[in-house]
């Protein structure tokens, strides 16, 4: 099987040129009186309609798998940007106790919990941040604290991959 098959007329000095032909049943057969054969076509038979039809077959089965791998670059992709989520976390409690845990949503949810999640923190109270904490992932948020005594802190969470 080539690449391809060109497909050919079948091309007669005379195109649509009969004789009948009287037959003992009394029945009429029509025979076909090319005259001269310009150029031999390409037969119309099971093998050549069944070779087409493999190479559709075929066609589509590569169309499919190139589709597939678009949707996996895109969902790449989609994770290696990143969602943003930003918060302000709030500490009500005199250190060392701290009360500042908050569950973020994830405006897109993921396909696994194979994500992670970068943090920018700041604050302008005294005390400092801490430690961040990211627990309890799940595929549609997930809780983030800090361990210092500031009163408040901002976070800036760029969170990327866990698509499927």
Avoid at 26 to 52: C, R, S, W, Y
Avoid at 119 to 143: C, H, P, R, W
Wanted: proline share 2%.
């Amino acid at each position: 099987m080539g690449l391809f098959k060109i497909w050919k007329d079948h091309v007669t000095q005379f195109s649509n040129r009969y004789k009948e032909v009287q037959n003992a049943d009394g029945t009429i057969t029509h025979e076909a009186v090319e005259g001269e054969v310009i150029q031999e076509g390409t037969p119309q038979n099971a093998k050549n309609f069944n070779d087409l039809e493999e190479r559709v077959l075929a066609g589509g089965e590569v169309a499919g798998l190139a589709l597939l791998k678009v949707s996996m670059a895109e969902s790449r992709i989609k994770g290696l940007q990143g969602e943003i989520v930003e918060a302000t976390l709030t500490n009500t409690k005199e250190y060392p106790f701290n009360n500042s845990k908050k569950t973020l949503a994830l405006a897109t949810p993921r396909g696994n919990l194979d994500y992670t999640v970068d943090v920018e923190a700041s604050t302008e109270d005294a005390g400092g941040i801490g430690e961040i904490k990211i627990t309890d992932k799940q595929l549609n948020g997930f809780k983030i604290e800090y361990c210092g005594a500031a009163k408040e802190v901002k976070v800036k969470c760029t969170v990327r991959g866990g698509y499927a």
